[in-house]
């Protein structure tokens, strides 16, 4: 790698290389799932360019090409990506210091993979002699344009290739098998199971309702269900763990 870019920069890129493993064969689906939805070639670039979200821009595409309205293609595609507002509040400190163009254009290529491995990053140099590098977007960059730029050649390919597939070979699976590899890892306590369940459920009853609202439904009532859950179960803790009498404090220290 040339060594004349940043430090920063280059150990972005080195740290991201082992993420692609798992980002190519995403994004060649996304090009491939494009073409079979109906998209054109460039539609389905542009797309990918505009909204470069990998889950988000997949149900995107599943919706157009099911003819569902505009409206709920974007409503689909902002609720998917709402967490994105809780990982700009969360990184935006380590970028205080840029002008307001910069953070707009480290906006846009704000992934799940750059937020994480960046904010790993600055948190553990923060108590270190180089927590003054903390401040320096380089590595965010080396790590989210390496993943747009992937990102964006797999499509590309994905969409010539899609291109090339005959007709009788349904690749429109793939899509819902990516959505599965999504969401299986993330299910990893009660809540998220049960936001899991729910929202499959009413999304499956609900899926002769217009303009594909059952999806959007589902999503809400599983978000609903799983903060409901999360909420009844820290209510438990907490009633269990208390009493006024220190019992609680007693039982947890005295079984260790």
Known sequence: MDSRLPPDLREGVRDTLPLLLGIVPFALVAGVAGVEAGLSPLQTVGLSVVVFAGASQLAAIELLGQDAALGVVVLTV????????????????????????????????????????????????????????????????????????????????????????????????????????????????????????????????????????????GAVVGVVTGIAVEESGSRGASGSGGGGDGSGETDRTGGH
């Open 78 to 217: 902002v609720v998917i990506n709402l967490r994105m507002v809780m990982y700009s509040a969360s990184i935006a400190p380590y970028f205080r210091e840029l002008s307001a163009r910069v953070r707009a254009g480290c906006a846009y290529v704000l992934t799940d993979q750059a937020y994480a491995l960046a904010l790993a990053r600055y948190a553990g140099e923060l108590d270190s002699e180089r927590g003054s590098r903390t401040r320096r977007p380089y590595y965010y960059l080396g790590v989210a344009l390496t993943l747009w730029v992937v990102w964006q050649a797999g499509t590309i390919v994905g969409v010539v290739f899609g291109a090339a597939v005959p007709d009788g070979w349904r690749l429109g699976f793939a899509v819902p098998l990516v959505f599965l590899a999504l969401l299986v890892p993330a299910v990893s306590d009660v809540p998220s199971l049960a936001a899991a369940l729910v929202a499959a459920a009413v999304a499956v009853a609900g899926a002769g309702l217009p303009f594909n609202a059952g999806l959007i439904v």
